[in-house]
């Protein structure tokens, strides 16, 4: 698999679990450094929140039926597989440096708000998968591919106005 071969948008997040591991490694003082600043730099305590708020909205189940569309590239799950394992690395150095041990434990208010979205957009994203799918195969009359992109447009819109940031 090559990153340089992949026409993939990554999430804004994505390399910051790694960056922060490699640069702490096993110096306690380092973790404490940037634990003393999360604690003392409203900047830095923004930028936390913000990951963390869109951490929390990821799906990664609902991700690897995304990738399971692009059979035809083998590396595709591959692909959501490193995703996923930065995700897992970027949320562990998040709560070691918040102290926290759930994503937005400091808005309590937003962590519940997105949970209970997920019973929406877990079916909107069900409803897409199928009609990329059957975009993909084609063969449909002009009237049902018609309806069919406008399935696609309406379930994007969707789940962007229910995640209130993204799609």
Do not use: C
């Not at 990821?58 to 799950?77: G, K």
């Not at 070691?96 to 929406?120: C, E, H, K, Q």
């Amino acid at each position: 698999f090559s990153w340089s071969q992949a026409r993939i948008m990554l999430p804004g997040w994505y390399g910051t679990g790694t960056a922060l591991a490699s640069w702490i490694g096993d110096d306690a003082s380092r973790l404490a450094l940037l634990q003393d600043m999360y604690a003392r730099w409203p900047l830095l305590r923004a930028v936390f929140s913000n990951m963390g708020m869109v951490l929390a909205k990821s799906d990664l189940s609902i991700a690897f039926r995304y990738a399971d569309l692009a059979q035809a590239v083998p590396s595709a799950s591959e692909v959501v597989a490193r995703i996923a394992a930065e995700h897992a690395r970027t949320v562990d150095q998040m709560l070691a440096i918040t102290g926290d041990t759930v994503l937005l434990a400091d808005n309590p208010a937003l962590a519940r708000s997105i949970r209970n979205r997920f019973g929406y957009l877990d079916p909107l994203n069900h409803l897409q998968i199928g009609f990329l799918r059957r975009y993909r195969t084609g063969g449909d009359d002009e009237a049902t591919a018609e309806l069919v992109e406008r399935g696609i447009q309406l379930t994007l819109n969707g789940l962007a106005t229910g995640l209130r940031n993204s799609g």
